[in-house]
């Protein structure tokens, strides 16, 4: 890739701004023959839970008018086993930079996923998902309460020697209360879109299309309101932000890196084509060089209300 898309996140080095986003990308080494992993700007694995789970009921996904609808449940093999099987695979694949998305239901739960992934090699940082709710709190969700994901981003630093992403919900009022609350825990970036909760309806049956009812939203749809967002969190915090939702090509990169990302994850276009994270930086450099702009970087923040 061109010297012009290279850059860094929370001092991790990355060819490109472009990743792959979490869930889109299963845990990477599944996509190792039909792409070069290696010219990633990175992989954000399939989220990880401290015991194995086995998710949602089928049917999962549901194609939307533009988008889709995901209820996969957070299916995954446990981070003791993806320390044990499939990150020894993406190390023997060189050169990729892989960052672990986390997820759990009580501050314990993130706490240990990270502890086991502290003693693995590999692994150039973490992205908590706090997108669940906290079954020790009623149910509250982290994502929707600033003390709460304060807590849980506050008790992961504590052990944390990689660098610390916290991937928020769009799934509240404000985001600006819920990026500085992750900040000022010791959150050293975030993501941010995850999917909108949403609702597809078979008329015919009365019925959802999807097992589990509700879903997550993602894809072109949700990128207008994403792009929002993202400005929205770059202006409150003074760490970095990496922008996600619908992004399917290089002008939409740019569009993200013009509202305050300094980075940004790929994910429902994955589903059709995996190259895509790779197609999107040609595309970006492209735009840069159209522009005459000299670095990707030089674009973020640019917006101009």
């Known amino acids: 890739m061109p010297s012009r898309l290279a850059t860094s996140l929370c001092g991790v080095a990355l060819k490109t701004p472009v990743l792959a986003a979490s869930g889109t990308y299963a845990y990477g080494v599944e996509l190792k023959d039909l792409v070069d992993l290696s010219a990633l700007g990175g992989i954000v694995v399939k989220g990880l839970s401290r015991e194995p789970m086995d998710g949602n009921p089928p049917p999962r996904v549901w194609e939307t008018e533009a988008g889709m609808i995901n209820s996969i449940g957070l299916q ?48 150039a940082g973490y992205e908590l998902n706090v997108s669940c709710p906290n079954t020790r709190h009623g149910g509250i969700f982290f994502s929707s309460d600033p003390d709460l994901l304060g807590e849980v981003v506050g008790a992961v630093r504590i052990i944390a020697r990689r660098p610390l992403m916290v991937k928020l919900s769009p799934n ?29 309806i078979d008329a015919r049956s009365r019925k959802p299309r999807l097992g589990a009812g509700f879903g997550g939203l993602s894809g072109p749809a949700i990128k207008p309101i994403a792009l929002r967002m993202v400005y929205e969190a770059a202006r409150s915090v003074k760490i970095p932000v990496v922008g996600l939702g619908g992004i399917a090509n290089g002008m939409d990169a740019a569009e993200f890196l013009i509202a305050g990302a300094s980075a940004v994850e790929v994910g429902t276009v994955n589903f059709w084509d995996p190259s895509a994270p790779l197609r999107i930086a040609r595309e970006l450099d492209q735009f840069l060089e159209q522009e005459g702009i000299a670095h990707a970087h030089d674009l973020v923040g640019t917006l101009k209300l």
């Open 76 to 123: 995954n093999i446990g981070v003791r086993a993806f320390v044990a099987e499939k990150l020894p695979a993406l190390r023997r694949a060189g050169g990729i930079t892989i960052f672990a998305n986390v997820f759990g239901y009580a501050v314990e739960d993130y706490v240990e996923v990270v502890r086991v992934l502290e003693d693995a090699e590999g692994l």
């Open 172 to 200: 509240v009022a404000r985001i600006e209360p819920l990026a500085k609350a992750a900040s000022e825990a010791g959150a050293d970036a975030l993501s941010l879109v995850n999917t909108f909760v949403a609702l597809a």
